[in-house]
Structure formats: C-alpha cells, structure tokens
C-alpha cells in the first residue's frame, strides 16, 4: 500500500474540515502501512534466520565503513563538550569536575543521539537509496515473480544488523569522546588527569550506561524500519530515488529525538524506582 499523497488526493473539497479528513486518512494509511511493514520484518526474523551469504555483506557495510564517521563524530563530540563546559566550571571554581560533565553527557544522550543522527545520514540514506532503486528498476517485482517476500529478503537482514551494530557503534563513540574529552582536558586546559577520571567514576551510573545502549537499539531498528519503509514506497524515477533518501533521513531524525525524549523519561522514572542503579560503575 502507498503512503504517498499529493493535494489531489483531496477531491472532497477545500473547506478546512475536508482538508483535516485528508490529513487524517493520511496520518491512519501511513501508520497503519508501517505497522504492517514492521510486523513483516519481524515474521521474517522469526521465521527464518537470514542466511550469512546476505548477512555478512550488510554487517560489512554498516558496522565497519561506519566507524570512521563515528570516530571523528565521536572525538568532537568529546572536545567540543570540554571546550564548552570548561568557562562555565571554571567560573564557579568547578573545573576539576569537567570529567564528570563531559562523559556523563556522553553516555546518556549526546553519545547515542549524535552517533544515531551520523547514521541515520550515512546508513538509512543509502539503504533508501538502494531499496528504491531496486523499486525504480523492478528488480524488487522480480523477486515477488521468484516467489520470494521481498521485505523479508531485503529489509530483515539490514534491521539486524542496524538492531546489533548501532549499539556497538555508539559505545564506541562513547569512549573516542571520553579519551578526546580528556585529551583536550589534561593537556590544554590542565585538568588533572586524576581529578578528571575520579570524577568522572563517581557520577557515571550503572543506568547511565544502559539506558544509552537501550537507547541506541531503539534507534537502530527504528533507522533501519524508515529507511526500507521509504525505500519501498520511492516513486519513479531520480527525483524518487533522492527524495526517499532525503524523506528516510529526516523521518529517521525526527523519529530519533522522539524516542530519546520518551526513553530519557521513562529512565528518570527507573532510576527512582530503583535507587542502587544509581551506583558508580566505573
């Protein structure tokens, strides 16, 4: 089922309450098109495992090519919250602390977002640009004809391997960000480099860590659900093809920030709950 609409698809009028009942028809075919999708990709994971012909290729290219963009994404993240953090300390006459503010806002939110948003970029982009294509050029006609469900072939291995990967992208970012944050604390704004680590072990909780490794699987899968969502239903020609890469990112970010907002409440809410996640853990 499309989830593509254009003014057109308005004929009933142009009064305000015409336009709410499109707009409203709309919201419902497109939810209820990527539950429908979602719950396909989830049969086909339960179904059948994908094989490590399909598997591997795709790994390859979101884990490995990925991790160059999420070092320097990570070593900014790092360096820019030590440089910005380090005035308003110092001010107060808390600077030795600066460890404490640079990694805690690391691993809860900028580290699992940033990573997340680089990925939604370079992963979900292409993977819309190449399901779309394939839409563009029947080849995804052709495997229905070969009797094969497309979205279990072509969606459910790249959702794995966004699910698995992005995680482990993201603590990576995570401690690229935490020895750049160092770097630049210990040897160009003379933070003791004990005093930074101390710090940093007593407010880093066991829930910090994860809360962002949860975070971070939520968006993976939720990166790799839009990209193929947008790729499968990619109009004709170029113009298509660019503008389901251009809808998979934005949609991807937007989606992301929501669901970091959701996920951070509930976790406040976790860590009143249960008071000893709050312990130190480094």
Request: net charge neutral; proline share 4%; charged share 10%.
């Amino acid at each position: 089922m499309s989830t593509t609409f254009t003014a057109e698809s308005n004929s009933g009028g142009s009064s305000p309450i015409h336009w709410l009942g499109w707009l409203l028809l709309t919201a419902v075919r497109t939810v209820g098109d990527s539950v429908l999708f979602s719950s396909t990709v989830a049969w086909g994971l339960l179904a059948k495992r994908p094989r490590s012909a399909i598997l591997w290729p795709i790994f390859y290219e979101i884990g490995c090519r990925s991790m160059p963009v999420i070092l320097v994404t990570g070593g900014f993240i790092g360096m820019v919250l030590a440089v910005q953090s380090y005035d308003q300390l110092a001010a107060i006459g808390l600077q030795s602390r600066l460890g404490s503010v640079v990694n805690v806002s690391l691993v809860k939110e900028l580290g699992p977002v940033l990573a997340a948003t680089m990925l939604a970029g370079r992963v979900g982009s292409a993977m819309a640009a190449e399901i779309g294509t394939m839409k563009v050029t029947e080849q995804i006609d052709a495997l229905k004809a070969l009797g094969a469900n497309p979205i279990v072939f072509l969606v459910s291995p790249r959702f794995l391997a966004c699910v698995l990967l992005i995680p482990a992208l993201t603590l990576l970012a995570d401690g690229i960000g935490m020895l750049s944050g160092w770097y630049l604390s210990v040897q160009v704004l003379g933070i003791s480099s004990h005093l930074y680590w101390f710090y940093s072990d007593s407010y880093i909780t066991s829930l910090d860590i994860v809360s962002g490794v949860i975070k971070s699987i939520f968006f993976g899968g939720a990166i790799a659900l839009v990209a193929c969502h947008r790729g499968f239903h990619c109009t004709s020609g170029a113009e298509g093809v660019g503008r389901a890469a251009t809808e998979a990112f934005v949609y991807s970010f937007i989606i992301v920030l929501g669901m970091d907002f959701l996920l951070g409440v509930f976790f406040i809410q976790i860590q009143h709950l249960l008071p000893f996640l709050r312990s130190p853990v480094l």
